[in-house]
């Protein structure tokens, strides 16, 4: 099939809304990732966040790829999915006494702690079981990612990770802490980071803080994780379709200080299956307004919420009429006015039962879906089995 077009006849015969994905892309993006990283030997955990779809994880966990997870639920999603615990890691700024239970249960990689008090925490729970949890110091870099506010986590007003003020006191912890051993620091700067900059600025703060850890500490560190957040075209989904993995690695290599058998570690999450994915949904309506015209969908931001929340525009496709363009406000039916998918969309004529494809929705889509107004969760179909 070619990419970006749909198989708008057999989508006929199902309920709308729903999810479709096409796996033969998700594929070709874990290639380009699996390889750019591979260059380097660098390791890559997907974000388990970005979408938690079982058939999305089984795929991902089958080529080799490790998780990133911030919640038990995401542990045992991951676990059920074929991710090895081995390769799991597990931040968050609020995580529960049983979630650090089962990390250290399921002998997790390594646990990315976002304060002196998680520490404690980690250590005592660690100690009543006698085992020793790996940790890693999840540091704010106070880098502005030029993103969203709403996504953005790597400043120091954000409650993400361990403020550089702040790291001193954090290691004074992990040395008293007999059930915590120290393996390495983590960072997040935040999502849909585009300007890889950004990223040059992350690789060379944390130059000079492994530099300042071992000058001060005779501290070496086995590992260095550089988060998610690279950024897929949402405006181009047919012709730049796989991320940026080639030239992101590659500006990390080149800045990187990396020491003698340390692993660098990478947590994409938007990047491996934002493209994959699409919300197909029903028009219901075409209503005319004093001075605008809707196109009134069936699905609304209970199915896809990014441009609600995060003022994110999806591409937005007629893919059962080719009439003349036309302009069209295109909304869901949920009772709340912020549920509006696009203003001005180019589409083509449309009418009642057309169906729609808002693109790039695999990743902070399905996963994010509610059941506000009692709607039922939109069901997910793949490109193999349709
Ligand atoms: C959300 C998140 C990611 C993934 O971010 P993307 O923008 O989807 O790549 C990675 N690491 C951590 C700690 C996160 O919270």
């Known amino acids: 099939m070619l990419k970006g077009r749909f ?10 809304p729903f999810y479709y994905y096409d796996l033969d892309m998700l594929r070709e993006t874990l290639d380009v ?39 038990g639920g995401e542990i045992r999603a991951a676990v059920e999915a074929g991710f090895n615990p081995r390769n799991i890691v597990f931040a968050g700024v609020g995580k ?17 702690v976002e304060s002196v008090a998680e520490l404690e925490v980690i250590n005592e729970i660690a100690s009543r079981k006698g085992k020793t949890a790996p940790v890693a110091l999840r540091i704010n870099p106070d880098i502005d990612a030029h993103t969203h506010a709403k996504i953005t986590t790597g400043r120091k007003e954000n409650k993400f990770g361990i403020n550089l003020e702040q790291l001193d006191s954090a290691l004074d912890s992990i040395a ?10 983590h960072y997040h ?17 944390s130059n000079e803080i492994q ?17 998610g957040g690279l950024g897929i075209d949402y405006y181009h989904p047919n012709h730049l379709p796989v991320a940026a993995f080639e030239s992101y690695f590659a500006v990390v290599h080149k800045l990187l200080k990396r020491r003698e058998g340390q692993q660098i570690h990478f947590e994409p999450g938007r990047s491996i299956v934002g493209q994959c994915g699409t919300l197909i949904s029903k028009v219901l309506y075409v209503k005319e307004g004093v001075t605008r015209r809707f196109a ?6 209970t199915e896809l919420i990014r441009p609600a929340m995060y003022d994110a525009y999806h591409r937005i496709e007629n893919i059962t009429a080719d009439g003349d363009a036309e302009l069209y406000d295109v909304v869901g039916p949920i009772c709340e006015s912020s549920d509006v998918f696009g203003r001005d969309v180019e589409l083509n004529k449309v009418r009642r039962g057309d ?11 399905e996963v994010m879906a509610s059941q506000y107004n009692c709607r039922r969760l939109p069901a997910s179909y793949f490109s193999d089995t349709i």
Not at 176 to 181: C, E, G, T, Y
């Open 7 to 16: 198989p708008a006849d057999k989508f006929k015969e199902i309920p709308t």
């Open 33 to 71: 990732a699996t390889k750019e990283a591979g260059r380097y030997d660098y390791r890559v955990h997907y974000a388990v966040k970005a979408n938690a779809n079982p058939r999305i994880l089984s795929v991902i966990a089958g080529r080799g790829l490790g998780a990133d997870c911030v919640s």
């Open 96 to 112: 529960a006494d049983w979630e650090i239970e089962l990390g250290l249960d399921k002998g997790i990689a390594c646990f990315n």
């Open 176 to 185: 008293r802490l007999h059930s915590a051993r120290l393996t390495g620091i």
């Open 189 to 205: 700067l935040g999502s849909q980071i585009t300007d890889l900059t950004a990223f040059q600025s992350l690789v060379i703060r």
């Open 211 to 227: 530099d300042e850890l071992e000058a001060r500490l005779g501290l070496s560190l086995e590992n260095v994780n550089f988060g």
């Open 296 to 301: 009134v969908l069936d699905a609304g931001f």
């Open 355 to 365: 169906l729609l494809a808002l693109r790039s929705a695999g990743a902070y889509g």
